[in-house]
């Protein structure tokens, strides 16, 4: 059984030695050819009588570039004077520069976007659809500077305050025209959004919409596109958030 141990470690050992030097064979010998160069430039320089100058110099050059030939992965590695390594970690201090400029051009972006979407706008008509294209100016911009997707979406919801404002107010109107005497129970439901410290959810405004009487087919869909904020922080009918004004 040893016998059999000892010479499997041998053939794998001489299977080792075989892989090694065929992965190495070309460096070889290009090593083997700078040493025959620069033997026979050594040769001509120090032993000849009658060296030839020139041919030392076409000798010793071209053992030194089948030297650097054979040993082309060690250069790559080591470079000049660790110019590799200084490099690296510039190219690494500079991707940890380019990390923390994205993360803060995402932090700047969403405040734009929040302070935006806060500003007075019932007073201008115009207002929304600027608010609207700035909006998608910010996030193509920070998209284009390569933010991360949690980042972009962080952006997008900076807003989501005063868009879940506008869908309230948007349902609460259709509800003040389809049900004119619910005054009250709509003071019900802001009051206790209020007290409870909260904004009115789409979960109220639905409860409200339900204790009214049948639900209108315009205040069921503006419903479905709160909700549907509300789960996705995307709009359900872009189309008519655009009009939201008219609402």
Not at 1 to 25: C, D, N, P, T, Y
Not at 72 to 81: G, P, T
Not at 106 to 114: E, N, P, Q, R, S
Not at 182 to 205: C, K, M, N, Y
Request: glycine content about 8%.
């Amino acid at each position: 059984m040893h016998w059999q141990e000892g010479a499997s470690r041998s053939g794998g050992e001489v299977r080792g030695l075989i892989s090694f030097v065929a992965q190495h064979a070309l460096a070889f010998i290009w090593n083997a050819a700078a040493l025959v160069f620069l033997g026979t430039a050594w040769h001509e320089l120090a032993i000849r009588d009658n060296s030839r100058t020139e041919n030392s110099v076409l000798l010793l050059g071209a053992g030194a570039l089948c030297g650097l030939i054979g040993n082309a992965d060690r250069f790559e590695v080591l470079k000049v004077f660790g110019l590799e390594a200084r490099m690296r970690r510039a190219v690494v201090e500079a991707e940890d520069v380019l990390q923390r400029l994205r993360a803060f051009a995402a932090d700047l972006g969403a405040v734009v976007i929040h302070h935006n979407a806060g500003l007075s706008r019932w007073a201008d008509p115009g207002i929304f659809q600027r608010q609207d294209a700035q909006k998608r100016e910010v996030l193509r911009s920070l998209e284009k500077l390569g933010v991360s997707p949690e980042q972009l979406r962080e952006a997008r919801a900076a807003d989501k305050v005063y868009v879940l404002q506008d869908y309230t107010s948007g349902v609460m109107s259709l509800i003040r025209k389809h049900y004119p005497g619910s005054a009250e129970r709509r003071a019900e439901v802001e009051t206790e959004a209020r007290s409870a410290g909260r904004p009115i959810t789409a979960g109220d405004l639905r409860k409200l919409a339900v204790s009214l009487g049948p639900v209108p087919p315009d205040v069921a869909e503006l419903l479905a596109d709160i909700e549907h904020y509300e789960a996705h922080g995307e709009h359900r009918r872009p189309e008519v958030w655009a009009q939201r004004r008219n609402w």
